[in-house]
């Protein structure tokens, strides 16, 4: 039996990300062994890091949600992350006056994008994990993420035309929107 080293894996797993799968297929067949702690780290790895790329673009820019909608649960927004290729995160608080004055832009610019890309309202009173997940501590903060990951915060209160050339960028970097 061959037990695993952590310069081993590191190793093993930059193989993998090049296609070369050695280490797994010994696993599989039994002729290595890893700690349950190592199994835990390299499945998060492999979920992470090692997708193959045509699961990425499988994701579709988002045909699911019309206009913007408000969540009530971490697992509503990991619903959106597995149908929608772009989403808009915007996390406010109820007695949050710049988050009052900016939800009709935000919903206003959902309306007209919104067979393109998510828009998502979650409220930090009542979801808090969902803040705690990308670090916000300041309300309104627009979280944007494509392909998974986001990939920028916008901290504060943004008039439609700044917002909408905004949302318009995105989409266009993700290819969601011809130009």
Known sequence: MLYASW???ELELLNLAKGKNFWCLMVEQGEA???PELREVLNRITVEFVRKPSE??????CKAFAGFKSIRSYEELTDALSRCKVIFVLITT???PYCQMFKPIFARVAKEFGGMAAFIEANADYVPEVAEEFGVYSTPTTITIVDRKAVDA???FMPYPHFRGYVEEVLK???CLSN
């Open 94 to 96: 109820t007695f949050c």
């Open 56 to 61: 990425t673009r499988s994701v579709k820019c």
């Open 173 to 175: 970097y993700a290819k």
């Open 154 to 156: 916008v901290v504060g």
């Open 33 to 35: 062994e890893v700690e």
């Open 7 to 9: 310069r081993f894996i």
